[in-house]
């Protein structure tokens, strides 16, 4: 259990920006170094954290500490990669409110609000992505998020009901493949 | 803001989400549409989450520190840790379910409808004082979205980037 713990701790402090860096940590670790994991395990683990609500790189932790460990396993995955992270996180937080008003901390965030807004739109699009393998279906793909981003763009209807509808129009017409992107899984 | 309603729009909004950023629309549209928080705050979170270790979701951690001290941090790290682990006795009791054609169909209509709330939700933060933008900000967030879709460099970096372009041009 402690190796498992340390295992853990060194993924949430080691990988910066989460994502791909984390998963490979986690595989580094647990697959290739320790060898807790057979990469069958861990492939599977992976597939079904991107199915949970939340942040998948969560689910993948407990699924991982629960296959090695069981449930005490998924608690020390868990608080493992995550505590030591949200308190660096929090930290970090706390030292930028120090220099917030300053005029160089506003200019960084001038530049700082279109870096992250190009992010989010960089990811967005790496969600769509795997459409593009759907033929004339990607059309379908296509217009579902025209319609989110139209709706959250001009109307007041809830963020909620959108992704509720686009969940329920899913489940009838694209059950077709699961979803295979590992970048918007890592995320 | 109160702890507990804090932890509670937290909770909501990543358990009905999608990755570790599939629930800022949600949050974006329950606390900055309420004037609860201000888009420049989301942008630090952000930005913060970028830069810090562990999973990128963790910015709601930042969030929350700033709206509620450390108290609102802890909060944040319990509401985004909660909804994921609902897959482990999900696996448990429907695991054919889980990898059946119609449920990968739910997933997948659910992240198109993410995508398009995500895009709608970029566009807005790219300017977040409301202003017209400036030549260099637009530049900086078409290479922001094409770095992110590429994946060749770190998001820590176009953070970094971004915040070094604003202090050369911004002053």
Redesign the interface.
Known sequence: MRELAKIFIAVGTQSVGGGSSTLLLLRRFLVERRRLLSERDFTEAWVLCQLSPGIHLVALAGLLGQRIAGWRGVVVAVSGMMVPAAIITAIMTAAYGVIADQPIARAALAGMAPATGGMTLGLAFILVRGARRHGLRAVVDFALVAVAFAVLLVTTLSSLLVIVSGAMFGAMFLGRERPTSPEGAAE | MDPLTLFIVLLRD?????????????LR?DLVATGMVT??QL?????????????????T??LG??LAG?LG?VM??AA?????????P??AVARRW????????????????????????????????GDA?SWW??V??????????Q?RL???I??I???????L???
Do not use: E, K, M
Not at chain 2, 43 to 59: E, Y
């Open positions: 990543s358990a009905l989400s999608l990755g570790g950023l599939g629930s800022l629309p949600l549209q888009d420049a942008v630090q979170a952000l930005a913060i989450g970028r830069l810090s270790t562990g999973p990128n979701g963790l910015w951690v930042s520190y700033q450390p941090a944040a790290l985004s840790s909660l909804p994921p682990l609902l897959i482990l999900a696996t889980l990898l059946s054609v119609s449920f990968a169909g739910l997933v997948r209509g659910a992240a198109l409808a993410t995508a398009g709330l995500l895009c709608a939700t970029g566009v807005a933060l790219l300017w977040p004082s933008p900000q637009v900086t967030g078409v290479a922001a979205a094409g770095l992110t879709y994946g770190h998001p820590g176009v953070v980037g971004g915040a070094l372009i604003g202090v041009l911004a002053r």
